[in-house]
């Protein structure tokens, strides 16, 4: 009776821990994907929370139920920047290959993403999936967790104030995209680009000949081998970079 007692006290502080994960699943990599099951969903943050809630400090919950109902709304949104910030992870290399394709000539070659109901091009799913591997190669679900449990020491339950210093790191998270995917496209758009003057150089010369007809084709090929000839220093890139922001991730709040 006595452990039934202690359970019920322990319950409203549990459902914070719960919003927190709930909001973390709902926006994550991979796991806050609309193709995962919302039961899923639901059954691996609350196990997650369960796993988290004798970790962390215990602290007195609001009595009042408006206060109550804010600390709920709090939890849920650091959840959700937790899990919104490690999604930024993969966003640079879908501008990436959106970059790559464009100047390939596959702007038109787009397939529809079932999570954000949209259309992108063939070669930023390539880098997503390659990106996704790598993040798990890397167990980045475990440092996801890891994060998780630690926010609780640098934000306690219902504590979230949103200062300065948090909004320049989700910033400096989101201006990120934008410098790894001109590191990563920098390279083979300089090639094709490369390919543009001397195709410029060769219809100047020669103006009898369909330049515009040939430059479909070898640019095609010569953008696939540079990518295939790239990609092991795609791979190294992408693995020391996904070290680099989770670590930022865990230092966001």
């Known amino acids: 009776m006595e452990l039934y007692s202690q359970v019920l006290a322990q ?3 549990f459902a914070l821990v719960a919003l927190r ?3 973390l699943f709902l926006t994550a990599p991979i796991f806050g994907q609309q193709r995962v099951p919302n039961q899923v969903r639901l059954m691996l943050s609350l196990l997650i929370a369960a796993a988290v809630f004798p970790l962390i400090p215990l602290k007195p919950v609001p009595e009042d139920a408006i206060l109550y109902l804010i600390a ?3 939890e849920l949104i650091v959840g959700l920047i937790y899990g919104w ?3 930024l992870i993969f966003e640079g290399m879908i501008l990436a290959g959106q970059f790559i ?3 390939m000539g596959f702007a038109q070659a787009n397939i529809l993403n079932p999570d954000s109901q949209t259309q992108r091009p063939l070669l930023s799913e390539v880098y997503y999936i390659i990106s996704i591997l790598i993040f798990f190669s890397l167990n ?3 440092f996801l967790i890891l994060a998780f449990q630690k926010s609780f020491k640098a934000v306690p339950v219902g504590t979230l104030v949103f200062n300065q210093l948090i909004l320049e790191r989700i910033f400096a998270l989101f201006a990120q995209i934008f ?3 001109l590191i990563i496209a920098a390279p083979i758009c300089g ?3 490369l390919i543009d003057l001397i195709l410029g150089l060769v219809a100047r010369t020669a103006p009898q000949m369909n330049i515009l007809v040939l430059s479909f084709s070898i640019k095609i090929y010569i953008g696939l081998l540079s990518l295939l000839f790239s990609l092991y220093f795609t791979f190294q890139f992408i693995h020391d970079l996904l070290l680099q922001l989770l670590q930022q991730l865990a230092q966001v709040i």
């Open 101 to 103: 394709g464009l100047q």
């Open 140 to 142: 980045g679900h475990h």
């Open 191 to 193: 090639v094709l680009t």
């Open 179 to 181: 410098l790894v995917a």
């Open 72 to 74: 709920c709304l709090l």
């Open 21 to 23: 994960s709930s909001g």
């Open 11 to 13: 319950l409203p502080l």
């Open 85 to 87: 910030c490690a999604s």
